[in-house]
């Protein structure tokens, strides 16, 4: 399981300027940023290099932040490559909250970042694992990619 920082904010501008410039000057490096808005609050979700350092920098410019476990499958970057880890997961009736993806520049490969419900974890881990070959990364290897 991954570390994922999720920051909620006003949908209004110079809110994600905010939340950009505190991680900047704490020198913290985002490798991946999803967001996902209603017409009055975002949720900003980070893979951020040190995730620590990045919360406890976010939390004091008074930016709302938590951290959430996710997943991180790296697949083929060609045509297919999540519609695998999708049906393995629907076989096991395991749902998908959310996901994103990124391209790393160290490999070939797609990262998809998966969201399911913290009890199906363990159980999405050894379905794609075990059953389906899927390569899951730790913190570590997918901060070398």
């Given at each position: 399981?991954?570390?994922?920082?999720?920051?909620?904010?006003?949908n209004r501008?110079?809110?994600?300027?905010?939340?950009?410039?505190?991680?900047?000057?704490?020198?913290?490096?985002?490798?991946?940023?999803?967001?996902?808005?209603t017409?009055?609050?975002?949720?900003?979700?980070?893979?951020?290099?040190?995730?620590?350092?990045?919360l406890?920098?976010?939390?004091?410019?008074?930016?709302?932040?938590?951290?959430?476990?996710?997943?991180?499958?790296?697949?083929?970057?060609?045509?297919?490559?999540?519609?695998?880890?999708?049906?393995?997961?629907?076989?096991?009736?395991?749902?998908?909250?959310?996901?994103?993806?990124?391209?790393?520049?160290?490999?070939?490969?797609?990262?998809i970042?998966?969201?399911?419900?913290?009890?199906?974890?363990?159980?999405?881990?050894?379905?794609?694992?075990?059953?389906?070959?899927?390569?899951?990364?730790?913190?570590?290897?997918?901060l070398?990619?």
């Open positions: 399981m991954i570390r994922q920082v999720s920051v909620f904010i006003q501008q110079g809110k994600l300027e905010s939340v950009l410039k505190a991680l900047r000057d704490a020198d913290v490096n985002i490798r991946s940023l999803h967001i996902a808005e017409a009055d609050y975002g949720i900003v979700r980070l893979i951020l290099q040190d995730t620590e350092k990045g406890a920098a976010l939390k004091e410019a008074g930016v709302m932040a938590n951290i959430n476990h996710v997943l991180a499958a790296e697949v083929p970057d060609k045509p297919g490559g999540l519609c695998h880890i999708v049906e393995a997961l629907g076989k096991a009736d395991i749902n998908i909250l959310y996901a994103y993806s990124f391209n790393p520049q160290n490999t070939s490969n797609a990262i970042i998966l969201k399911v419900i913290d009890d199906d974890s363990e159980k999405a881990i050894d379905i794609l694992e075990a059953e389906n070959a899927i390569n899951l990364l730790d913190r570590q290897e997918l070398k990619k």
